[in-house]
């Protein structure tokens, strides 16, 4: 007969039984003390941005997987996406305009972020961490588009610039 299992073990055991670490329990018997109808309500600010999120996860299973923040104060999700290809993936998905993205350059290296909505659920997402050739990091950014233009015909409609004009 074996002798019976202490609490830690206990706790290993359904640890390697279940998979995951249990949720902790406070003094009031709810997790962290906090009673349990004060937490639920305190996560009701996630519902608009999680159901935005199931929509994701429901339409664009394939794209490659970002690291995500929700933000219930800001009824918004932040997408950190790991290469510019996943960015434009996204990008294309979620349906934001190229003129929308915005490059921000530091000395050698540089991010891309861009804003959209999905479901009515404000969505910020960025890759961060490019390098950039010495060239690109002292070529002066690109013309602004004037208002009301899009796509690459807004682009054309744009007089060159001077050193395009000398080409």
């Known amino acids: 007969m074996s002798a019976p ?28 003390g906090v009673p349990q ?13 999680v159901e935005a999120l199931r929509g994701m996860i429901a339409m664009f299973r394939p794209l490659p997987r970002p690291r995500i ?4 104060s800001l009824d918004g999700l932040d997408l950190s996406l790991s ?31 861009a804003d959209g909505l999905f479901h009515g659920v404000a969505v910020h ?6 390098q ?5 990091a002292l070529t002066p950014p690109p013309r602004s588009v004037p208002d009301g233009a899009r796509g690459a015909a807004a682009v054309s409609a744009l007089p060159p610039s001077p050193a395009e004009a000398q080409r």
């Open 132 to 136: 950039l050739t010495e060239e690109q």
């Open 83 to 113: 290469s510019p290809d996943a960015f434009e993936r996204w990008r294309v998905a979620l349906q934001i305009a190229p003129l929308a993205v915005r490059l921000h350059a530091f000395g050698d290296g540089a991010w891309l972020e």
């Open 125 to 130: 997402m960025a890759v961060h961490g490019l």
């Open 5 to 32: 299992m202490r609490e830690p073990e206990k706790l290993a055991a359904a640890v390697q039984e279940q998979g995951a670490l249990p949720m902790p329990m406070g003094s009031a018997g709810h997790g962290c």
């Open 69 to 72: 923040t929700l933000y219930p």
């Open 37 to 49: 109808q004060e937490g639920l309500e305190a996560l009701a600010g996630y519902e608009p941005t």
